[in-house]
């Protein structure tokens, strides 16, 4: 089944401790994303990916790094976690991203809460 | 900037009935449009797209969204709403950037709520 998948779905965490929310997807898509959904601001793009070892910001990076050092894998890792990080968090994947535009397929979502 | 505006925080439709889903948009170029659903504790899974041509287009469970270039709008419809269609919509618009990437702007979500 395509699909794209995101490790842990729930994870409540302490202030500064690093963590690791990662993303997989089974489709070799050459695009992959990260956005964090809040209440009231839809969703904002954080970082994504046009092919391996090729990342750049979107339109909320601060705090967070990526890496894409396996196609089908795009994690997302907060070095020091702060309380406004608390969202819910979608990886997205997506083909042929230029000459035209496909969808985009999302991951079911990893909840984040920050203490 | 590209921009995308869903102006109602919440759609409520009687089920049977019609019901639209309103999006604005704002872009410098040609738009790139996209309509998104998203169930409770799930995913956004993909419903349609605009890209050129035809100004209806018809997606996933019944949907369609009608392309206005003058009024810049998007609006999703459905001709009979049902019960199952309750869930949170989204709008969005690609954005190019620079060196040929590009990625999505999307709107604040619209509840849309089916009342048996």
């Known amino acids: 089944e395509a699909q794209v998948t995101q490790n842990p779905r729930y994870l409540i965490t302490v202030t500064g401790k690093k963590l690791t929310v990662t993303c997989s997807q089974n489709?070799?898509?050459?695009?992959m994303s990260w956005y964090r959904q809040d209440p009231g601001l839809g969703l904002r793009q954080i970082y994504y990916s046009m092919n391996v070892e090729v990342t750049d910001k979107g339109d909320v990076p601060e705090g967070y790094k990526v890496s894409r050092k396996e196609k089908r894998n795009f994690p997302l890792i907060l070095e020091s976690p702060s309380p406004n990080q608390t969202s819910l968090y979608f990886c997205?994947?997506?083909?042929?991203?230029?000459?035209?535009?496909?969808?985009?397929?999302f991951g079911p979502g990893t909840r984040l809460t920050v203490l | 900037a590209q921009s995308v505006a869903q102006p109602e925080d919440q759609v409520n439709v009687a089920e049977g009935n019609p019901l639209t889903v309103k999006c604005t948009y704002s872009v410098s170029g040609n738009p790139y449009l996209f309509w998104y659903v998203q169930y409770p504790n799930r995913g956004l899974q993909f419903l349609l797209k605009y890209i050129t041509g035809d100004n209806l287009v018809k997606g996933s469970y019944g949907f369609e969204a009608e392309f206005n270039k003058s009024q810049t709008s998007f609006h999703l419809k459905k001709p009979s709403a049902l019960v199952s269609d309750s869930a949170l919509y989204f709008c969005a618009v690609r954005e190019a950037r620079g060196g040929g990437a590009d990625g999505l702007t999307f709107g604040k979500g619209t509840h849309l709520i089916i009342q048996p």
């Open positions: 997205a994947s997506s083909s042929h991203l230029g000459q035209g535009f496909n969808e985009q397929f």
């Open positions: 489709m070799n898509h050459e695009y």
